[in-house]
């Protein structure tokens, strides 16, 4: 089976950076879009950023020119370069990897990134 791993998150201090990096256990074929998704206590599950097998990239607008997320569909990895940390991101991160086979979905069990002022 598939596994989504998370790594990256931890605890900084509010205007630091952190960069988080997700690989699955095995090569995925197919991919059509890695995106990268964020969920705190009481709140929706919040789409932070994607990117497609094309390179095509979209971010939420309360990360956009703070975040940057990059993939290699090749080797079925997506991370997240988050600067200019606010305390508003403190939250659980989730990759998850979307292909056109069949809607075969991938998730990760989650990173936790918390930001204190």
């Known amino acids: 089976q598939v596994e989504l791993v998370e790594s990256g998150g931890g605890l900084v201090r509010a205007g630091e950076s952190l960069r988080l990096s997700c690989a699955a256990s095995?090569?995925?074929?197919?991919?059509?879009?890695m995106r990268w998704y964020r969920q705190t206590p009481g709140n929706e599950r919040e789409l932070v950023a994607s990117i497609t097998s094309g390179g095509t990239t979209n971010y939420a607008d309360s990360v956009k020119g703070r975040f940057t997320i990059s993939g290699d569909t090749a080797k079925s990895t997506v991370s997240l370069q988050m600067n200019s940390l606010k305390v508003e991101d403190t939250s659980v991160y989730y990759c998850?990897?979307?292909?056109?086979?069949?809607?075969?979905?991938?998730w990760g069990k989650g990173t936790l990134v918390t930001v204190t002022s």
């Open positions: 095995t090569a995925i074929v197919g991919i059509h879009i």
């Open positions: 998850n990897i979307y292909t056109w086979y069949r809607g075969t979905e991938y």
